[in-house]
């Protein structure tokens, strides 16, 4: 018993509270850049931005800090064992995998629908009679939805 309580020494406790503490304070940036990329997407669009998408990101945190403690709570009991809060490491860059796939979607996104604008424009200026604008409007309008 005496030698798993010398296991457990300040230099021990501090090294891995600070290891998963960084993996929580990445994840939560990681969650934020995310909604940032949404927003300038939703910006390009032309999309209203309402609250229902940002509380969207505060129940995502929400979420991954659940998953988060047991990955904490199965360390703890791993701790025994190892000296690196391995689950919590695993998941914390499974997080950031995650967000960061949905951050390049909101780039690639935005870079899409900023591209058709000027091909839209081009026809726009070439309409020869009021029937081809109004089509043209139409497939602006059916573009950005």
């Known amino acids: 018993m005496e030698e798993i309580l010398l296991h457990y020494s300040k230099d021990f406790i501090v090294g891995f509270a600070s290891i998963i503490v960084l993996t929580w304070i990445c ?5 934020f850049l995310d909604m940032w990329s949404g927003i300038d997407k939703a910006k390009a ?3 209203v931005i309402n609250s229902s998408g940002l509380r969207k990101t505060i129940t995502k945190v929400g979420d991954y800090w659940k998953v988060q403690i047991f990955a904490l709570m199965i360390d703890m009991f791993g701790s025994l064992f190892w000296d690196y809060p391995f689950v919590s490491i695993i998941i914390g860059v499974g997080i950031i995998l ?25 026809k726009i200026i070439k309409a020869a009679t009021e029937k081809d604008a109004a089509q043209i409007i139409d497939e602006i309008q059916n573009t950005t939805k």
């Open 27 to 31: 994840n939560l940036i990681a969650s």
């Open 45 to 47: 669009k032309g999309e």
């Open 98 to 122: 995650i967000e960061l796939k949905s951050v390049i979607e909101n780039l690639q996104e935005k870079k899409a629908n900023a591209g058709q604008l000027p091909e839209m424009v081009k």
